[in-house]
């Protein structure tokens, strides 16, 4: 069995900026979440500047890479736009996810079999600026073979359907899913490749993701912004934080 090691937690930010957005004020500020989220035991801080730039600004990347003391997780679509932005900035990390105006969120995972010549030459500047390339992928062999032959560094399985499964209640494709995204984490980490996870996490999802023992990373965004509604950041962080301990201790 593969060792378990430490988990990090990504808090994504990009919801604080959602609700700025909505009044066009300057609060409340994502850096400032970005700074608490830190001393709330975060390990790094994702930020996803769309094309449409409906949440996370430029002023946003910024400023967070100037005041930030732990990693950033850039996303961003496969975009010539979206690459000369991480080359001017070199995050330590660039996740490359799928991207349509339309959608509300993040609704699947880059299809790397398909691309794979375009995005393997995307990436490699990227990989040389010193970025840790990750791809946002569903739990599937196909695009997780894709993925460690163009020459990720990294993926990132999407849990959203997992997470879907268990909200609506159909709990053996909940259970489906989780077999799949159990599967897959091995299959990749087997390749070599490093696992990270994420997309609709909550405290009821997260312990059984966080088991595994190959992720080496969570990103969470969307339900810890909303708890912090009613917790503050702080509180809303360190339960989560908690909880993948727990998961991982078990
Ligand atoms: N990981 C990736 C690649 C994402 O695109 C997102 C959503 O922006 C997340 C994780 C976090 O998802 P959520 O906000 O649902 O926790």
């Not at 400023?63 to 000369?84: C, K, R, W």
């Not at 799928?98 to 010549?117: F, Q, S, Y």
């Not at 990436?123 to 993925?147: H, K, M, N, T, Y």
């Not at 994420?198 to 912004?225: C, Q, R, S, W």
Request: with cysteine; hydrophobic share 45%.
């Amino acid at each position: 069995m593969t060792p378990r090691s430490p988990l990090r937690l990504g808090v994504n930010i990009d919801h604080v900026a959602t609700v700025r957005n909505a009044r066009g004020s300057a609060y409340p500020d994502p850096l400032r979440a970005a700074k608490l989220a830190q001393k709330a035991g975060a390990d790094g801080i994702t930020a996803h500047l769309r094309e449409d730039r409906r949440h996370i600004s430029d002023a946003d990347i910024d400023g967070l890479m100037s005041v930030l003391d732990i990693p950033l997780n850039f996303e961003m679509a496969a975009t010539a736009e979206m690459q000369s932005i991480a080359l001017r900035y070199k995050p330590h990390a660039v996740c490359l996810v799928p991207e349509k105006r339309e959608e509300r969120t993040t609704e699947g995972g880059l299809e790397v079999a398909r691309e794979e010549n375009r995005l393997a030459h995307f990436i490699a500047p990227l990989a040389e600026a010193g970025c840790r390339v990750s791809i946002f992928i569903a739990a599937d062999a196909r695009q997780i073979e894709a993925a460690h032959r163009i020459g990720a560094a990294v993926i990132e399985l999407h849990t959203g359907a997992y997470c879907d499964a268990h909200a609506e209640g159909r709990l053996t494709e909940r259970d489906e899913e989780l077999a799949r995204l159990r599967e897959m984490s091995a299959y990749a980490h087997s390749l070599g490749l490093e696992v990270h996870a994420g997309h609709g996490l909550t405290y009821d999802t997260v312990k059984p993701i966080a088991a595994f023992p190959e992720v080496k990373e969570l990103n969470i965004g969307h339900f810890l912004i909303g708890e912090a509604i009613f917790l503050g950041l702080e509180p809303a962080i360190g339960h989560m934080r908690q909880l993948m301990d727990e998961a991982r201790a078990e």
